[in-house]
């Protein structure tokens, strides 16, 4: 086949932009699939962990009220599964089981790893309620306090402000927890479940 002049050059400057450039292009391209194959070769791992997590997290489920079997559960997705949101859910029923059977030690070791190792921020921001009220039965209210400086999801925030104000209400801070349940208030939609009850915690203040 004939090649004109002008298509003779086009062709010349495309072979020279190969030999210049070929190796990088094909390298990059090849980076590419290696980054896309790896993607969803990780993301095939995930599902295929977050099936097996949810097997044991039935297990946990079946476990209750039997406080070793729920410790043993959720120690197991903890140590095999600890990158699905499992692993957190299983630390707070762990948490609740050891509070329940007046173990405060374990519960708060469970609610603490929540907090460190939770896939979400929901299960982070239950954490820390619930350990701030672990830490209230110890009577460690500057520690709870710590746990409710503020919560990584807005939906949160009222249970936040009101659980600071239990805390400064058993520490004798009455003017602290009728602001802090003045800004539960401001937070929940009127007909919430627990503003009735907030509105009874502010007024036993003589603070409404």
Same mark, same amino acid.
């Given at each position: 086949?004939?090649?004109?002049?002008?298509?003779?050059?086009?062709?010349?400057?495309?072979k020279?932009f190969?030999?210049d *450039?070929?190796?990088?292009?094909?390298?990059?391209?090849?980076i590419?699939?290696?980054? *896309?194959?790896?993607?969803k070769?990780?993301?095939?791992?995930?599902?295929n962990? #977050?099936?097996?997590?949810?097997?044991?997290?039935?297990?946990?489920? =079946?476990?209750?009220?039997?406080?070793?079997?729920?410790?043993?559960?959720?120690?197991?997705?903890?140590?095999?599964? #600890?990158?699905?949101?499992?692993?957190?859910?299983?630390?707070?029923?762990?948490?609740?089981?050891?509070?329940?059977a007046g173990d405060?030690?374990?519960?708060?070791s469970?609610?603490?790893?929540?907090?460190?190792n939770?896939?979400d921020?929901?299960?982070r921001?239950?954490a820390?309620?619930?350990?701030?009220?672990?830490?209230?039965d110890?009577?460690k209210?500057?520690?709870?306090?710590i746990?409710?400086?503020s919560?990584?999801?807005?939906?949160?925030g009222?249970? *936040?402000?009101?659980t600071?104000?239990?805390v400064?209400?058993l520490?004798?801070d009455?003017?602290?927890?009728?602001?802090a *349940?003045?800004?539960?208030? =401001?937070?929940?939609p009127k007909?919430a479940p627990?503003?009735k009850?907030?509105?009874?915690?502010?007024?036993?203040?003589?603070?409404?």
């Amino acid at each position: 086949m004939a090649f004109d002049l002008q298509e003779q050059e086009q062709i010349a400057e495309l072979k020279a932009f190969w030999q210049d *450039y070929g190796r990088h292009i094909a390298l990059g391209l090849g980076i590419a699939v290696a980054i *896309y194959g790896g993607w969803k070769g990780w993301q095939a791992w995930e599902n295929n962990q #977050s099936g097996k997590a949810s097997v044991v997290y039935a297990r946990l489920e =079946a476990a209750a009220g039997d406080v070793a079997k729920t410790k043993a559960a959720a120690e197991e997705l903890k140590k095999d599964y #600890s990158r699905t949101a499992y692993a957190g859910r299983a630390a707070l029923v762990s948490a609740r089981a050891a509070f329940v059977a007046g173990d405060l030690a374990a519960a708060r070791s469970e609610l603490n790893w929540a907090i460190e190792n939770g896939r979400d921020a929901s299960i982070r921001d239950v954490a820390r309620i619930r350990l701030a009220n672990v830490l209230m039965d110890e009577k460690k209210y500057d520690e709870a306090l710590i746990q409710l400086k503020s919560a990584e999801e807005q939906s949160f925030g009222a249970l *936040y402000a009101e659980t600071r104000g239990d805390v400064l209400a058993l520490k004798g801070d009455a003017a602290g927890a009728g602001e802090a *349940y003045k800004q539960a208030l =401001a937070k929940l939609p009127k007909d919430a479940p627990n503003y009735k009850f907030v509105e009874v915690k502010l007024e036993a203040l003589g603070s409404h």
